[in-house]
């Protein structure tokens, strides 16, 4: 039982540091891109990252709705060695899932800096 808590504590935390890294990622991506579109502002550039950031979590979780309606998709990846070598317990709609949470909560936190800075 231990064992199956540590492994799935595990799988929750690389998911969200995935979901941290392909936040971070994008958040400079889109904040380089909104500042050279928007005349070299760097307040307008974090506004186009904050959206960014809330299209793609959304994205995400549309397609774990997509995963939840339709499981055997998730499996065929699940069943792979390379996923099995990184998730010992959860599976695509899980890890898929959590790293949109982790999304979600990068862009909320560039709200709120946005909004009282």
């Known amino acids: 039982m231990r064992e199956k808590l540590r492994d799935a504590a595990h799988d929750v935390g690389a998911a969200f540091l995935i979901g941290v890294l392909v936040g971070c990622a994008l958040l400079a991506v889109l904040?380089?891109?909104g500042t050279l579109v928007n005349g070299l502002q760097p307040w307008l550039g974090l506004v186009v990252a904050r959206g960014g950031l809330l299209v793609v979590a959304s994205l995400a979780l549309f397609v774990c709705a997509g995963l939840l309606i339709r499981p055997?998709?998730?499996?065929?990846v699940r069943d792979k060695a390379a996923w099995k070598r990184r998730f010992r317990r959860l599976g695509l709609t899980p890890v898929l899932g959590t790293a949109a949470v982790a999304l979600i909560l990068m862009a909320s936190v560039l709200d709120y800096l946005l909004y009282f800075v």
């Open 31 to 33: 904040f380089l891109v």
């Open 72 to 76: 055997q998709k998730g499996e065929k």
